[in-house]
């Protein structure tokens, strides 16, 4: 089983910057898609960002343009680079992984990431 850690949620001012990171154990990292999805209090959850094994990557519309998802094999980790934040952005912030070749889902046990001055 693929254990995931989150970690560089925090709190920030608004318009501050955050980098979540995920690591995830074992050598199969390369063959997951990795997601980055959050859920504030009372709303639904939401993927804010994907990336695949080939590195094709998409993004929710309300984060498009401030946060950057990236990936590095060598380190089995996953990144999520959040700029201008907004308090809206403010939840708990759950690392992903979609193993392919099982159709398997992995979770992290979350980072919040409060967005307030």
């Known amino acids: 089983q693929v254990q995931l850690v989150e970690s560089g949620g925090g709190l920030v001012q608004p318009g501050g910057s955050l980098r979540l990171s995920c690591a995830a154990s074992?050598?199969?990292?390369?063959?997951?898609?990795m997601r980055w999805y959050r859920q504030a209090p009372g709303k639904q959850r939401e993927r804010v960002a994907s990336i695949t094994s080939g590195g094709s990557i998409n993004y929710a519309d309300s984060v498009k343009g401030r946060f950057t998802i990236s990936r590095d094999n060598a380190k089995n980790t996953v990144y999520l680079q959040m700029d201008s934040l907004k308090p809206e952005d403010t939840a708990v912030y759950y690392c992903n992984a979609l193993f392919l070749p099982t159709l398997t889902n992995y979770w992290g046990q979350g980072t919040q990431v409060t967005v307030s001055s």
């Open positions: 074992g050598s199969i990292f390369s063959l997951n898609t």
